[in-house]
Nanobody, 115 residues
């Protein structure tokens, strides 16, 4: 089993920045995909960004140029640096790890962008 613990959410003004962290523990293998999804009220969960074991990345079009995903394999941690935040970025952000055939999810951290 893999456990994921997110941190770093909160309230920020438009144009501000936040950094999310997700620490993975348990049966972590060397190669996996780590990423962030988000779910806004009344909307479906969507991919924000993903990083593979080789550090290849994928971003949603809506966050390209503003968000940066990175990982520290030694710490089994994935980060999401979010800059130039917009009100439409308001959502619960979920950490995700794909290992083998299994998807693991964190409990989510709320990001609110509002003045």
């Amino acid at each position: 089993q893999v456990q994921l613990v997110e941190s770093g959410g909160g309230l920020v003004q438009p144009g501000g920045s936040l950094r999310l962290s997700c620490a993975a523990s348990g049966r972590i293998f060397g190669f996996n995909v780590m990423g962030w999804y988000r779910q806004a009220p009344g909307k479906e969960r969507e991919l924000v960004a993903r990083v593979g074991g080789g550090r290849s990345t994928i971003y949603a079009d809506s966050v390209k140029g503003r968000f940066t995903i990175s990982r520290d394999n030694a710490k089994n941690t994935v980060y999401l640096q979010m800059n130039s935040l917009k009100p439409e970025d308001t959502a619960v952000y979920y950490c995700n790890v794909i290992q083998g055939l299994t998807n693991y999810w964190g409990n989510g951290t709320l990001v609110t962008v509002s003045s």
